[in-house]
C-alpha cells in the first residue's frame, strides 16, 4: 500500500487523506481510509513524505501530504522490485508452460506405450501381432449328433 500510496501523491503533487484513498478507488486499489492515514502517518517520520495543515472550504482542517526526494527515490525502489518479482514471476511461468506441455507429450507417448503393454506391437494389448481391429471370426461350438 505504501507505493500506491507514494505514486498517488507522486503523480498529484499533494493530497489529503481522503482524496489520495479516493484516487487509488480510482485506479482500482481498495483500502481502507484508516489504514491508508495510519501508513501516511508513519512514512512522514521515516522522512518519505511531508505534511501540513490546510484550510478546508467545508469543514475542518485537512493533513495536506507532499511526497519528498527520498519518497521518491524510496518509490522508484519499490518499483525496481515491483519489476524483478514479476520478470521472476513471468520466467516461472514461461518454464512451467513448457514443462507442462512437455509434460502433456510424455504422458501421451507413456499412455501409447501402456495401450500397448504386451509387447506385440499392435497395440491392443493381447499378445498377438493381429490387428484388434480385423477379428478371427467366432469360434462355433459344434457338438457332434
Same mark, same amino acid.
Given at each position: 500500500?505504501?507505493?500506491?500510496?507514494?505514486?498517488?501523491?507522486?503523480?498529484?503533487?499533494?493530497?489529503?487523506?481522503?482524496?489520495?484513498?479516493? +484516487?487509488?478507488?480510482?485506479?482500482?486499489?481498495?483500502?481502507?481510509?484508516?489504514?491508508?492515514?495510519?501508513?501516511?502517518?508513519?512514512?512522514?517520520?521515516?522522512?518519505?513524505?511531508?505534511?501540513?495543515?490546510?484550510?478546508?472550504?467545508?469543514?475542518?482542517?485537512?493533513?495536506?501530504?507532499?511526497?519528498?526526494?527520498?519518497?521518491? +527515490?524510496?518509490?522508484?525502489?519499490?518499483?525496481?522490485?515491483?519489476?524483478?518479482?514479476? +520478470?521472476?514471476?513471468? *520466467?516461472?511461468? +514461461?518454464?512451467?508452460?513448457?514443462?507442462?506441455?512437455?509434460?502433456? *507429450?510424455?504422458?501421451?507417448?507413456?499412455?501409447?506405450?501402456?495401450?500397448?503393454?504386451?509387447?506385440?506391437?499392435?497395440? @491392443?494389448? @493381447?499378445?498377438?501381432?493381429?490387428?484388434?481391429?480385423?477379428?478371427?471370426?467366432?469360434?462355433?461350438?459344434?457338438?457332434?449328433?
Amino acid at each position: 500500500m505504501t507505493a500506491w500510496l507514494l505514486l498517488a501523491l507522486r503523480e498529484l503533487g499533494e493530497g489529503h487523506g481522503w482524496g489520495l484513498v479516493s +484516487q487509488l478507488r480510482r485506479s482500482g486499489v481498495v483500502v481502507e481510509p484508516g489504514r491508508a492515514y495510519r501508513i501516511l502517518r508513519s512514512l512522514e517520520p521515516a522522512g518519505l513524505v511531508s505534511s501540513r495543515w490546510t484550510e478546508s472550504v467545508h469543514g475542518p482542517r485537512r493533513r495536506t501530504y507532499r511526497i519528498t526526494r527520498e519518497g521518491r +527515490q524510496n518509490l522508484d525502489q519499490l518499483a525496481a522490485h515491483v519489476t524483478a518479482v514479476w +520478470q521472476l514471476n513471468d *520466467a516461472f511461468v +514461461q518454464a512451467y508452460e513448457r514443462a507442462r506441455v512437455q509434460g502433456e *507429450a510424455t504422458q501421451s507417448a507413456e499412455c501409447a506405450d501402456d495401450n500397448d503393454a504386451s509387447g506385440d506391437g499392435d497395440g @491392443d494389448g @493381447d499378445g498377438d501381432d493381429r490387428d484388434s481391429g480385423d477379428p478371427l471370426p467366432p469360434r462355433r461350438n459344434q457338438l457332434s449328433t
